[in-house]
């Protein structure tokens, strides 16, 4: 018989924190898609995606009110859209776009991913196709996310396609400039992509995946605040450790929602079941905030030194909770630090106590790196490639998983405010110091050879 | 349910609370050479209550076995004993599949509340296995677990106790049995349920 006093914790843990499950995310391989005749690839591309992802709504619902836990967000991930336009066109990859469009939005899916190009050691014609077509599909569809892996711990970083990246992104934001570069939030620049990630905008389908996977994202930094609040309430003396152990419990319930309800999913649809992501996913929602943790754990400006140690110790703490909850964690699993999704973050950057150098301190501990950040519309491309580039370097150096969400608002200068809308919350436009001044480091090209510590065999 | 002797019974005491009652009780159960098989506990309001499923080797008069726990009372009170014979299987047998779920309710305290909800419990044949229920001040938290037949739709029971939860002033959910295993024990599910 299950005891009162946990009854009633997972209660205030479900409802009065509002836990959620941020994301069940259907991995599908689309590999058997391909075809000579880009009108055969999009008919393939929308029977397999009717024939898999038509019941993922309806099974998400349907289980989570059996629990009495929203899963906030159904996503599809595909494996890369390169692979299925190599020998075609960018009027191909429009078309393939509009059609995963038009499938996710029959099946009241939220978001796709995986309109990925894998280039971290060099470009191929189909990775060359989903680049240059990144302007028009991300600003002509809704629900198309996309993803570019630049550089990799074996591979090093591709600086040819980080400048192509630093140039398409002011492109994206001009073709979407009517929504102050929104596009731009559709796309994640990565190193080390992970293959399991259920987070969008940079979910995709890996090639060492079975034909359809169910990943799961929680949330949960409302609900790791409350529990430190709670902790610090009962007072006592506390010391880091002690809130350390106090996250560490938090995520090893927050996890086990999120397993069980990725299992009991997968089961019904009859997909495999894959990972749990442990990443706390803010919202901007109050309350469900990193930087709010930030501050409870005593940084009174986020930002301030001090930060990264407060965003390290939260990181490890929910990795060591989250991994003796389950055995299939993946994913990016470690604190998200997205400016605009964040409202303490996203009003830290705006007063001027959170710098665009600290956000980059920051991420060489947690994942996952520099996320919906909005910089100024005129930051020359080769800026934007170089700050992708120091990125890069912080994932391939230390062998983990870094991302570039730079948001270049067209018109928009350094203080402007800027509102995406819904989950992406708003932000205030960075400012960029040393712009252009490293022109002539990125404009050499080439790669950065991979790291001595790649070579581990 | 198995018992260790073939003869079994079924016992409930009630006395006020205090030390020395489980000694007692369990003292006239060896001493008859008998065997507790299954024993529940708890204390209310300082009032002791306790049910017990007993064995023996030998037929005993249930009237006598509940004269002797009586007269083993300790100091401080009289103990309240009912008795009779364990009749295997339970009543509760033959109601076809039924999954544990947790309801709980929270809400401004009035005559009546358990009533309502357990009155449209009773009506769907949903059978109550642990009730709690407790007021902090004016407010009420109630937390039933209960054996819900598997023939019912989830979606419609949650839509009826809002309803009541509307008409009587208090939020009330629903939620299978395994959130709670999951988010508070070392294993993910309960015991032989999915």
Known sequence: MLRTDEILSTIQMLHAEHLDVRTVTLGLSVSDCAATNVDNVCRKLREKILRRASNLVRVCDRIGAKYGIPVTNKRLAISPAANLLAGHGVGAALQVAQTLDEAVRECQIDLVGGFTALVHKGISSGDAIVMESLPWVLSSTQRVCASVNVASHRAGINMDAVRQMGELLLKIADATAAQRGFGCAKLVVFSNIPEDNPFMAGAYHGDGEADAAINIGVSGPGVVCSALRRRIQLGGQLTLGDLAEEIKITSFRVTRVGELIGREVAAELGIPFGIVDLSLAPTPQVGDSVGEILRTLGIEKIGAPGSTAAVAMLTDAVKKGGAFASSSVGGMSGAFIPVSEDAALAEAAAKGHLTLEKLEAMTSVCSVGLDMIAIPGDTPPETIAAIIADEMAIGVINNKTTGVRLIPVPGGKAGDFVEFGGLFGSATVMDIRNAGASAAFVRLGGRIPAPIQSLRN | ?194
């Open chain 2, 1 to 194: 349910m198995k018992t260790r002797f073939p003869q079994a019974y079924v016992l409930n005491v009630m006395a006020d609370d205090r030390p020395g009652i489980v000694a007692a009780v369990s003292g006239v159960i060896v001493a008859l050479g008998g065997n507790i098989d299954a024993c529940s506990q708890t204390v209310l309001g300082g009032y002791f209550t306790q049910i017990l499923v007993v064995s023996f080797p030998q037929i005993v008069e249930v009237a006598d076995l509940a004269a002797r726990i009586r007269k083993s009372a300790p100091p401080g009170g009289a103990l309240e004993v009912a008795a009779r014979p364990y009749m295997a299987p339970p009543a509760s047998a033959g109601r076809g599949p039924t999954e544990r779920f947790v309801i709980t309710a929270l809400g401004r305290d009035k005559p009546g509340v358990i009533h309502r909800f357990s009155a449209y419990l009773a009506g769907k044949d949903i059978n109550i296995v642990d009730l709690y229920w407790d007021c902090a001040g004016e407010d009420f938290v109630l937390i039933a677990q209960v054996e819900i037949p598997k023939r019912w739709e989830m979606g419609l029971l949650q839509a009826d106790l809002d309803e009541i939860g509307r008409e009587e002033g208090f939020n009330v959910r629903v939620q299978h049995e395994n959130i709670f295993v999951a988010t508070n024990q070392l294993r993910l599910y309960g015991g032989g349920h999915r």
